[in-house]
């Protein structure tokens, strides 16, 4: 084991809800399914209002059918029902903006397409389960939901790593889907390294503070994959850090880990990925932490994607008025205005606050400069002057800081005694940055765009200025011509 500079050990709050039992979400009357729940180009769809659609049945796609080389997956309807809407919503998402999505109302009989599972897939080549694996609409639902199929191309992998660290505050669905599913899993791992073409070794990392899952994944576990215990510290989860830990290779920003040999997947994704191959299932549905002060009975559940958040809370049951409502964990979440917004791919976990654990921060005070933030900075980045930079609007400085680098972890803000948000600092510089950038690049367009319609304008000026003098010449050339004639018919005569 290799150790990653920094790190923190928040409060887990993980009690709340990790000692009870996976259950089924129940089906809310109508669904809401964003055309876009990963990182990629977003779908189409293909259904019209008053289709009926069952559950599995593809309602969205990319633009060109053959999604395995696009940077997206298609859209399955969670349940079966009818279409009664296709409009703009809003979405889970920091920007808090609305998004295209379809509107089914489930009939509540929850009926399947016809599935067609790969029994056979270990006799089929790997680009064939790969293809299967991104019609499925399977992403990774251990982070930003970056498309499953892309990260399975083989080109050099010899290392599989299966993320089960779960390092953040309050979430436990991984952890209870390792003590429950663990031969899921494993069948999971297992298509994963068919579809990479073999790997030399296989690792599925379990923090040591869940040691029932670390047990139950050893039992299920055969002689190729190797389950291994690491330690708990945040944020482990992060895949650049999981990779230090296990290997020892630090891998710096713009570079991918496939060009190390090294593919991370999470284990909802390996679950997901068994459940496509040999159950035909598409991706429709994963686990949630429902958890928080504000929520009566903490679980975790199986949610259909498109389910309403305030659904859920409902079914959990609300202790009282909900303060703050975070997507995510409680140190890289982001809080939503209100519970309309439905269940996507990317969600993990709702935490319901009354204030009494996540809470804002005392105000303000001034920087003390202790360097507390770059003692626990995993990337060993120097956060204090990131901040002071940021604070100055000295884009080019902070840059040349490596900002870009950090992964927005908030193990500084967690620190600071000084109570500095150092992680907004950070967002709003890299949105000036980014803005500045485009706006440099729209003008250097605006400016060959310029030269080049000055270019045009002289060349047609050039061209015509020929053409003119052929023509004159043409002209003169003719008149020499005509008086010749005349001249010699004058001689003749």
Excluded at 126 to 134: E, H, K, L, Q
Excluded at 237 to 247: A, D, R
Excluded at 355 to 363: A, H, L, N, Q, V
Aim: charged share 25%; proline share 6%.
């Amino acid at each position: 084991m290799w150790e990653f500079h920094g790190g923190v050990h928040p409060n887990g709050y993980k009690n709340l809800s990790a000692n009870k039992s996976i259950v089924p979400a129940n089906i809310p009357p109508f669904l809401i399914l964003p055309l876009l729940q990963h990182i990629g180009e977003p779908t189409e769809p293909v259904v019209h209002i008053g289709d009926k659609v069952l559950k599995g049945q593809i309602i969205a796609h990319c633009h060109a059918y053959n999604c395995r080389k696009l940077m997206t997956v298609p859209l399955h309807a969670s349940s079966s029902g009818t279409v009664v809407a296709i409009e703009e919503r809003a979405v889970p998402h920091p920007s808090g903006l609305t998004a295209p999505c379809i509107i089914i109302e489930t009939d509540g009989k929850d009926t399947w397409t016809n599935l067609i599972p790969l029994d056979d897939y270990a006799n089929l080549s790997p680009s064939m389960v790969r293809d299967y694996i991104a019609r499925a609409g399977i992403v990774g639902l251990g982070g930003a939901g970056f498309p499953a199929h892309i990260k399975l191309r083989p080109d050099g992998i010899d290392t599989l790593i299966i993320n089960g660290s779960e390092c953040e505050p309050y979430i436990t669905c991984d952890d209870r889907l390792m003590r429950e599913k663990p031969h899921d899993i494993i069948a999971g791992v297992r298509i994963i390294k068919h579809a990479l073409g073999g790997t030399e070794r296989c690792i599925i990392a379990v923090e040591d503070n869940k040691p029932e899952a670390y047990a139950a994944l050893l039992k299920a576990a055969d002689q190729e994959i190797e389950v291994i215990k690491i330690k708990t510290i945040y944020p482990t989860g992060g895949e650049l850090q999981l990779i230090n830990v296990l290997t020892g290779i630090e891998i710096k920003r713009g570079q991918l880990p496939a060009k190390f040999g090294i593919v991370v997947h999470n284990v909802e994704t390996a679950r997901a990925t068994y459940r496509a191959v040999q159950l035909g299932q598409p991706l429709v549905s994963r686990i949630i932490t429902v958890t928080g002060g504000a929520i009566e009975n903490p679980q975790n559940l199986e949610v259909l994607f498109g389910t309403p958040i305030r659904f859920l809370i409902d079914q959990c049951g609300r202790k009282s008025e909900i303060e703050r409502l975070i997507v995510g964990g409680a140190m890289m979440g982001f809080s939503l205005p209100d519970d309309n917004m439905p269940v996507i791919k990317t969600t993990n976990c709702l935490i319901a606050s009354i204030g009494e654990r996540i809470k804002d921060k005392p105000p303000q005070m001034p920087c003390i400069r202790c360097g507390s933030c770059s003692d626990v900075c995993p990337l060993n980045l120097l956060p204090q002057q990131l901040y002071w930079y940021a604070k100055a609007k000295d884009l080019k400085k902070i840059h040349d800081y490596k900002l870009f680098d950090c992964i927005e972890c908030g193990c500084c803000s967690y620190v600071c005694p000084s109570n500095i948000p150092l992680v907004s600092y950070y967002r709003y510089a890299k949105a000036e940055i980014r803005k500045s950038e485009n706006e440099q690049k729209k003008a250097e367009v605006a400016k060959q765009r310029h030269e080049f319609r000055l270019f045009r304008l002289q060349r047609e000026k050039d061209e015509r200025k020929a053409r003119h003098k052929v023509a004159d010449k043409n002209k003169q050339d003719k008149i020499k011509a005509a008086l010749a004639r005349v001249k010699e018919k004058r001689a003749a005569t």
